[in-house]
């Protein structure tokens, strides 16, 4: 395949375990793009077999981050990817095909495989799953939040068929320490942001994500005990990110 003039943008920190296949996954494009947020292992090594583009730049918040990383593109078009994430080459094509054509929209998403260890969950909500990742330059912005920013665009999206697939997490335990961090950053969001939270909400919310729409609605309990697994945790996110809320209200 020929070069295909798209910029790929990857932040990374202490990926040395994934970055490798990460970039294999993405030699096709014209230019490669490493935001490294201070890594000790051999992350930007690796990476400078495949790039000589890489920057070092401390994350202050994941939103400016990223907004600050695309703005690092020469290409007009920009593949947003994370480290722990591998383009099919089912996607490339498509992705090659569309761009030397005369794309329609000025972002298309993508849909996700997400995996636990090698386990792909099918069910839940988890696939496809589908995220903006492919924009034109300019187009499409983040949210200048810590955890879980919006996208801001005008206009729709197109979609793409071609899958990513994104090995999120180890194994279950992998995966229940990840849901410690995430709920910090959550709680720590609504802090900053004056959100007004309440008990019965956080419980609310919580059930409604496990019980009705993972594991019955979206047929969660298809993907067995790690359906289930996720289902719980995504209710326990709701309640434990209140809890640290609430910390922080009484630390004040």
């Not at 810590?146 to 997490?169: F, N, Q, T, W």
Request: include cysteine; charge should be neutral.
């Amino acid at each position: 395949m020929d070069k295909v003039p798209v910029s790929v943008v990857i932040i990374t920190r202490n990926e040395e375990r994934n970055i490798d296949d990460c970039l294999k996954s993405v030699e096709w494009a014209s230019e490669i793009i490493i935001v490294d947020d201070g890594s000790s292992d051999r992350t930007k090594d690796i990476a400078g077999k495949f790039t000589d583009k890489i920057f070092s730049r401390r994350m202050e918040n994941e939103g400016k981050h990223r907004n600050w990383a695309y703005s690092q593109a020469s290409n007009s078009w920009i593949l947003s990817l994370d480290a722990d994430e591998r383009v099919t080459p089912e996607l490339a094509a498509e992705i090659s095909e569309l761009i030397n054509a005369n794309p329609v929209f000025k972002a298309y998403t993508i849909p996700r495989r997400n995996h636990i260890g090698p386990y792909w969950l099918r069910y839940g909500g988890e696939y496809p799953a589908a995220q903006t990742r492919l924009f034109k330059k300019g187009e499409f912005v983040y949210e200048e939040a810590e955890v879980h920013p919006r996208a801001l665009m005008e206009g729709d999206c197109g979609h793409l068929k071609g899958d990513m697939i994104h090995y999120s997490h180890d194994d279950i335990s992998d995966y229940v320490r990840s849901l410690n961090g995430h709920t910090t950053l959550e709680a720590k969001k609504w802090y900053l942001s004056g959100r007004k939270m309440t008990l019965f909400h956080a419980v609310w919310r919580g059930l409604d994500r496990c019980f009705y729409r993972r594991l019955f609605k979206k047929q969660g309990y298809k993907d067995g005990v790690y359906g289930l697994t996720v289902a719980v945790f995504s209710g326990l996110y709701q309640i434990v990110s209140y809890a640290k809320f609430r910390e922080m209200r009484s630390n004040e």
